[in-house]
């Protein structure tokens, strides 16, 4: 008679599948953690059953007891997939752990470094020529955003006055600053409704087309005249609030209204009161003309008093800004025509100190290292000081994003007296993420 053995091998196969699941929680329970090579040997069991179960339920034809051997490796498989489930979890967990104290940095502000050498030769009227080097400007950016609303910009600078002939025998003050000292440092909203704008702090004030430029970003070495007769060496800045109205757009137009109060502790127009209050409103007017041109129009004005010396200053501004930079080759064409006129007045009570000044500068980008440019200022009738006249051509190469060489010429002509020359080599380099911005 013959033994049909079938029933009792699949018996003998289900009791070794239960036996394996209990050695492998034997082994879990000596383990206090779940390293990878758990995980990875909790999948090799789990395809191993999925494939002998897979086996047995094909074969299965008969018997109630090979459905039970069935039904417990099924059970167990399911117990292994869980148990990988949960090892897994916990070893994503301790990852995350881990990596929170390696993002600390995230904390800090973005840091950029710019430095500005300049050597000098200079040839005064009547005078005995010479050179000289400065260390014109060392500049520390530090900026951050300190929750989704608010944005922070803080600027120390290292600076030296530098000369330019011809200009200190006029009579003119430098207005400027040497050492080490706070050049901005502002807090500024972003996203508030209907495109308002407001910042808080000491800041380069919105006036005429360079003065929020820092001294290393300019297009020249120096500032053009009138607004260093006006305003300083280093431009209007003074501590207060910035507001700017909701823009107006009309077609390919946009206008733009910016108010500011501030204190009057700018040498140049208030003799350093700080005590007092000014007023400044900028209206400026952009216009699209083309796909690789358009026109800035504008005009400041400010006022105010210093009480102290029985002083009222006035100053009003016009600007103009024409430029093309042709889609696909701004890095190799670019061309400006921009141009500027002052009229200032400080009132003392009589006689009133008065003066007007403008100029009119050029730039053209001959390709990605070479720009030269041509700038024409004038300073008239500025107190009993002579008309005076400066020509100042300029050629800049970009050795590369990071370093760039300048030579400028400037010839200063007052009226009835010769003219004075000065020649100035200029080096700036910078890093850091904001390196070489404008502003």
Not at 45 to 52: F, G, P, T, V
Not at 313 to 341: I, K, T
Request: glycine letters at 10%.
């Amino acid at each position: 008679m013959r033994t049909n053995r079938t029933p009792l091998c699949l018996i003998v196969l289900g009791i070794f599948l239960a036996a394996v699941p209990g050695g492998l929680r034997a082994q879990e329970a000596e383990q206090d953690s779940v390293p990878r090579v758990r995980v990875d040997s909790l999948e090799a069991k789990i395809r191993e059953l999925e494939a002998r179960l897979d086996s047995l339920l094909a074969a299965l034809a008969r018997g109630e007891d090979a459905e039970g051997a069935a039904q417990g490796a099924a059970e167990e498989l399911e117990a292994l997939r869980a148990a990988a489930r949960t090892a897994a979890g916990e070893q994503e967990q301790d990852t995350t752990e881990r990596s929170r104290t390696r993002n600390l940095s995230i904390l800090n502000p973005e840091i950029s470094v710019t430095g500005d050498i300049l050597g000098q030769y200079i040839a005064p009227a009547g005078e005995d020529d010479f050179l000289t080097a400065v260390p014109r400007e060392f500049e520390f950016a530090f900026e951050a955003a300190l929750d989704p609303y608010t944005r922070t910009k803080v600027f120390l600078s290292y600076e030296e006055e530098f000369a330019i002939a011809g200009l200190e025998e006029e009579g003119e003050e430098s207005h400027g600053h040497s050492g080490f000292g706070l050049e901005e440092g502002y807090l500024y909203w972003v996203g508030l409704p209907a495109q308002l704008g407001l910042k808080i702090g000491h800041f380069r004030q919105q006036i005429g087309l360079y003065n929020r430029w820092h001294n290393h970003a300019l297009l020249e070495v120096d500032r053009a005249l009138p607004t260093v007769a006006f305003l300083g060496h280093d431009g209007l800045i003074q501590t207060g609030a910035n507001f700017v109205l909701p823009p107006l757009r009309t077609g390919p137009g946009l206008q733009t209204l910016t108010l500011e109060v501030t204190n009057t502790a700018n040498d140049a127009m208030f003799e350093g009161s700080k005590t007092n209050l000014a007023a400044l409103g900028n209206f400026t007017s952009f216009w699209d003309l083309s796909a690789a041109s358009y026109l800035e129009l504008g005009a400041a004005a400010v006022y105010g008093e210093n009480r102290d010396e029985s002083l009222e200053s006035s100053l009003f501004n016009v600007f103009a800004l024409f430029r093309w930079r042709p889609p696909g080759q701004a890095l190799y064409r670019d061309f400006r025509l921009a141009g500027e006129y002052y009229w200032a007045r400080k009132n003392y009570g009589t006689p009133d100190l008065k003066g007007s000044g403008g100029y009119l500068q050029a730039n053209y980008r001959l390709g990605r290292r070479w720009v030269t440019g041509l700038r024409f200022d004038f300073l008239d009738d500025y107190g009993e000081e002579p008309d005076v006249q400066m020509l100042v051509p300029t050629i800049t190469w970009w050795q590369s994003e990071w370093v760039f060489v300048r030579m400028q010429y400037n010839y200063v002509k007052p009226d009835g007296m010769d003219g004075s020359h000065t020649i100035t080599a200029q080096v700036v380099w910078a890093v850091g993420p904001h390196k070489h911005e404008t502003y």
